[in-house]
């Protein structure tokens, strides 16, 4: 009885999440063909608005706390290039209530384009959507021209998954060089190594009933590198990123359930 009631409150938990979200959802799918002005103003609206209630809904219904250290970022440059893991599409969501007084952009691939509200929001915020087909030449133009935006904008941060694709299971995965060396070849910024963890567990509906109730999402500044100048030093950069993320992800899952220690 006791799993039943909690597979409903879940269940109601996220009808509550689609309400939230299903108006404005419908004016982006609305506006995006005729007013890309109007389209960005409902995907500002969710991202500066919504994302917060978004976690506040979560933790009221279900416990779900997102633990995030704020602390780390209090020694953060004005502009950088955000370098992390990569475990669900609620990643998105964790980063942009993380980094909220910056407008965060992600390289993604394109194929979320056809997620309806997802795809409209990310294309009319300009964010980098990686062509799956066409090649890497095709690819590398994709994030020069992205690089060249956030260039322009102070008030980005790129953001890139060096994975390339989400794990299902929370275990690390390779971190390849080739799109995190043309994105930072072309920002020049200085590169910010983060970690997140808890979304691996929300990658499916069997797993979000059962991960909703006093779940955690963690997400934590590790290091911050100065802009690297050669191939090498972008090497380094990404390697060490990877050992600093693999550690966090250890202790991180040595705590206790109840722990709140970010």
Known sequence: ??????????????????????????????????????????????????????????RYYRGFRLLADRGSKEQLPEQFLILSNHQSLFDICVYLRYFCDKKVRFVAKDSLVKVPMVGKMLKSQHHCMIPRSGGARLAMNSLRRFGEEVFADKEKLPLIFPEGTRSKDGRLGKFYSAGFRRLEETVRLPVVACALDGGWRLSNLTRIFASLKCGTYRVKVLKVFDVPRTKEEEQAVLDESHALIEAQLERWRSLPADSLEV
Do not use: G, Q
């Open 1 to 58: 009885m006791r799993y039943t009631f909690s597979t409903m409150l879940s269940a109601f938990t996220l009808i509550c999440l689609v309400c939230l979200l299903s108006f404005p959802s419908i004016m982006i799918m609305v506006t995006y063909p005729f007013s890309h002005k109007a389209a960005l103003f409902w995907s500002n609206y969710i991202t500066s608005y919504c994302d917060r209630l978004f976690f506040a809904i979560l």
